[in-house]
């Protein structure tokens, strides 16, 4: 098991026990308000599909996936972040991640998500890492700029990962790194 540490949080693989957590997680309509427009996830697709897939990316690439975020004095379940191959582009790696409400404005996203480019450009050895979000998602593209990632492009995203919306909705935006940029930003 893959434990990444920061100063406040600790990162762990999920396990089948997590499906209550991220449940909860995902029944605020403000935490899924940029996801699912503010639908939560249902327990059966937690159970039968994510869940499984997230496994899946273990046992595939065992040092990229998704990571509980906990905080590390108490252990209480914060949300979550995600190293994974890149859906859209092969040869890149996708930075995501998605936090409980009561962390929002407290640097959580970023410190996970800085700890994450240092997994992926040093462990993994990754070329490039990207990170996308509805471009409305203020918050999100400011962790992003935080983290050193620059904005690649703008993007619609397609229906088969938003369904039901129009392409204005649909809007997105890219961000990105290369190793390069990187180690130029720690120099």
């Not at 249902?42 to 996936?65: A, D, K, M, Q, S």
């Not at 092969?90 to 700890?115: I, S």
């Not at 994450?116 to 050895?125: D, N």
Request: hydrophobic share 35%; charged share 30%.
């Amino acid at each position: 098991m893959i434990l990444l540490e920061t100063g406040r949080l600790r990162l762990r693989r999920f396990t089948a026990d997590d499906v209550d957590r991220l449940v909860e997680l995902d029944s605020d309509p403000e935490v899924m308000r940029y996801i699912t427009y503010g639908v939560p996830t249902p327990r059966e697709t937690y159970e039968n599909v994510i869940l499984p897939r997230w496994f899946g990316i273990y046992e595939t690439t065992p040092l990229l996936g998704y990571w509980a975020a906990e905080e590390r004095t108490t252990a209480r379940f914060l949300g979550w972040f995600h190293l994974r191959p890149d859906r859209f582009e092969a040869g890149e790696q996708e930075l995501g991640y998605r936090l409980g409400r009561t962390t929002w404005g407290k640097g959580f996203a970023t410190e996970g998500a800085v700890a994450l480019l240092e997994h992926g450009f040093t462990r993994v050895g990754t070329e490039k890492i990207s990170a996308r979000t509805l471009a409305r998602n203020r918050r999100s593209r400011r962790v992003m700029e935080k983290c050193g990632l620059d904005f690649e492009r703008d993007f619609v995203y397609p229906e088969d990962v938003i369904a039901g919306r129009s392409d204005e909705e649909r809007a997105a935006v890219k961000y990105s790194i290369t190793r390069p940029a990187w180690l130029a930003q720690r120099a």
